[in-house]
């Protein structure tokens, strides 16, 4: 996927995995990891899983916040 994300607003609603490999800087094997674990924001449709942009980005903040809280 070429990037031509500029701001938070340009991002899709929804992502699947080969959009949170893009935008975490994972491999998509990783993503599909990622996106299989339990505290990771996932919303299952049939056999896809896609996250929401909104979780997604929560996500990323609260992952932030834990890593700062670490000494």
Known sequence: MKSTIKN???IPVSLNA???AHFLGISRTKAHTLMNSKDFPTLHIGKRKIVIK???LRWIENQSNVTKLQP
Request: charged share 45%.
């Open 18 to 20: 080969e959009d949170v």
């Open 54 to 56: 909104d979780n997604f």
């Open 8 to 10: 938070f607003s340009d």
